[in-house]
């Protein structure tokens, strides 16, 4: 890993797996916590299509404070080349 790299926290992939636990999630947070997950102790990041619906889900007001956890670690784990294709 680089010093430009980023990868999900023990803290972030506990949150992750508890809320892939529950029974009454939404897709979308389960859909936050699988990246999450997916990026623990790995060098994967975030697809650009996941870090869309991660950065419409810290836009939401009506969000979980959870979930917007989970849309913040996964959001910052999206390659930088990407991110610039996001915003386009």
Known sequence: MTAHDKA???RIAHLAALVLKRERVSEIEKELAGSALAQHHTSKHTSPR?????AQVLADRH???EAKELAGSVL???RQHERASMER
């Open 50 to 54: 996941i870090g869309k619906v991660a």
């Open 76 to 78: 910052a784990q999206v």
């Open 63 to 65: 969000a979980s404070a």
């Open 8 to 10: 999900t926290s023990d």
